[in-house]
């Protein structure tokens, strides 16, 4: 299983990102995706997440400014972020199971500044 995430970058505060992940060797289909975050200097935490059936779930930090979707046929799941401030710097990573284990991309960085 492979998790390629794109779309990081630097934007000002109030300002909008979209991130991409797209996979492969896995039935994306069925597969429920994550996006996590780590600030530096801290653990790396749940941001949202969406199931097969488009179920979505999100950190409260981010709910009503982050949304979460997916493309099957394309094989990826976005995370539209608007609103953007300064707490919301982080690497962002995409994550999902298959077969029992854990998969994480390669994280994308995300920077908020003036």
């Known amino acids: 299983v492979q998790l390629q995430a794109s779309g990081g970058g630097v934007v000002q505060p109030g300002g909008s990102l979209r991130l991409s992940c797209v996979a492969s060797?896995?039935?994306?289909?069925?597969?429920?995706m994550g996006w996590y975050r780590q600030a530096p200097g801290k653990q790396r935490d749940f941001v949202a997440t969406?199931?097969?059936?488009?179920?979505?779930q999100y950190t409260d930090s981010v709910k009503g400014r982050f949304t979460i979707s997916r493309d099957n046929a394309k094989n990826t799941v976005y995370l539209q972020m608007n609103s953007l401030n300064s707490e919301d710097t982080a690497v962002y990573y995409c994550?999902?199971?298959?077969?029992?284990?854990?998969?994480w991309g390669q994280g994308t960085q995300v920077t908020v500044s003036s």
């Open positions: 994550q999902t199971y298959y077969g029992r284990r854990e998969y």
């Open positions: 969406i199931g097969s059936g488009y179920y979505t």
């Open positions: 060797g896995t039935i994306f289909s069925t597969s429920t």
